[in-house]
Nanobody, 123 residues
Framework: QVQLVESGGGLVQAGGSLRLSCAASTRAFNTYTMAWFRRAPEKEREIVAC????????HYADFGKGRFTISRDNAANTVDLQIDNLEPEDTAVYYCAAAGLYGIFIPEVFKIWGQGTQVTVSS
């Protein structure tokens, strides 16, 4: 059973940066599409960014273009999310997720999830 463990969340002031990391417990990590989702209070879970198995294709939600950067290290079994110029609206629980295909960016496609890490942005 693949497990995903997120880290790096916390409290940060608006305009600051955070780097979230997700560690996967599988030797088949390089076969998975990986993504970051988030769920803000009283909102639906939404895609933040996605990266294919090799790292040469990425997808970002419109709100994240220019501020969010997803990357992966297949040798280390990790996928990171760099968030710059944080805004209070970015406050949410951020989840790492894995899927067997790339190109459909909805939660239902992602079968493996981490427990989430809280990001809180103060104004």
């Amino acid at each position: 059973q693949v497990q995903l463990v997120e880290s790096g969340g916390g409290l940060v002031q608006a305009g600051g940066s955070l780097r979230l990391s997700c560690a996967a417990s599988t030797r088949a990590f390089n076969t998975y599409t990986m993504a970051w989702f988030r769920r803000a209070p009283e909102k639906e879970r939404e895609i933040v960014a996605c990266i294919n198995w090799s790292g040469d294709s990425t997808h970002y939600a419109d709100f994240g273009k220019g501020r969010f950067t997803i990357s992966r290290d297949n040798a280390a079994n990790t996928v990171d999310l760099q968030i710059d110029n944080l805004e209070p609206e970015d406050t949410a629980v951020y989840y790492c997720a894995a899927a067997g295909l790339y190109g459909i960016f909805i939660p239902e496609v992602f079968k493996i999830w981490g427990q989430g890490t809280q990001v809180t942005v103060s104004s």
